[in-house]
């Protein structure tokens, strides 16, 4: 009787982390904007609240979790292939109810996402904020490293327009900033500079995922490796 109270204990706790995990993404409303060129109706999808529950992160940056979805500032219609900021995009409608959401999607489309190259085209012109400028060149890196993330590959290296992009992030990195000075670090590293990865590594960071996230780009520096590599959840 006891073992049985036990094991009913344990799938009532299990099933209540299922529901609190599956709780902590919720999705937000779907926003139905115009393509600013053809007038395309796109769905734009937002999140209310998300987790990182069996994400999975790279050392570049760039991170992949279903319970957290990407929800990219600079996109592409799909139809006539505008690249344009979704947030400044013509606002049709929008409402939470699933069932009106399936009417508004009705006749609309999912807007994709630019190539790296479009990135390096719309940086070429100079008239992007900072904060747009950032955007695009982190963007433009990690669709230069999307490949490494699909085919494993253990040699790669940067073309000199990709080299220039990581030159000037890294240019625009604050070194003050733990979160900054890591992406510069990985900058370093990807571009070779080893030396230079390292030394900059060696002031401790507060935070324990900083702190993971640099060891592992430390090790990588010091064995000479530049490719992006997966931070394994379980790796210290």
Request: net charge positive; hydrophobic share 40%.
């Amino acid at each position: 009787m006891m073992r049985k109270l036990h094991m009913i204990f344990i799938i009532l706790l299990l099933s209540l982390f299922l529901i609190g995990t599956a709780w902590a993404f919720r999705p937000g409303p779907i926003i139905v904007r115009e393509c600013p060129t053809c007038n395309k109706q796109l769905a734009q999808e937002t999140t209310m609240s998300g987790n990182t529950f069996n994400a999975r992160s790279w050392t570049d940056g760039k991170m992949e979790a279903k319970m957290l979805p990407d929800r990219p500032w600079l996109v592409k219609c799909p139809q006539c292939g505008a690249i344009f900021w979704i947030d400044e995009a013509k606002k049709v409608r929008e409402d939470r109810s699933p069932e009106i959401e399936n009417r508004l999607l009705m006749g609309s489309l999912s807007p994709s996402l630019p190539s790296e190259n479009e990135y390096l085209t719309l940086l070429s012109d100079g008239k992007l904020t900072k904060k747009k400028e950032l955007y695009c060149r982190q963007r433009a890196w990690w669709a230069a490293n999307d490949s490494i993330r699909k085919t494993q590959e253990t040699e790669f290296r940067f073309s000199a327009v990709q080299e220039n992009n990581l030159e000037t992030l890294s240019q625009l990195m604050n070194e003050k900033d733990a979160g900054q000075r890591l992406i510069k670090a990985e900058i370093l590293r990807e571009l070779g500079k080893f030396k230079d990865c390292i030394n900059l590594l060696k002031q401790p960071f507060d935070d324990e995922w900083h702190t993971k996230i640099s060891a592992v780009i430390r090790g990588l520096a010091e064995a000479e490796v530049r490719i992006v590599t997966e931070i394994k959840q379980g790796k210290k």
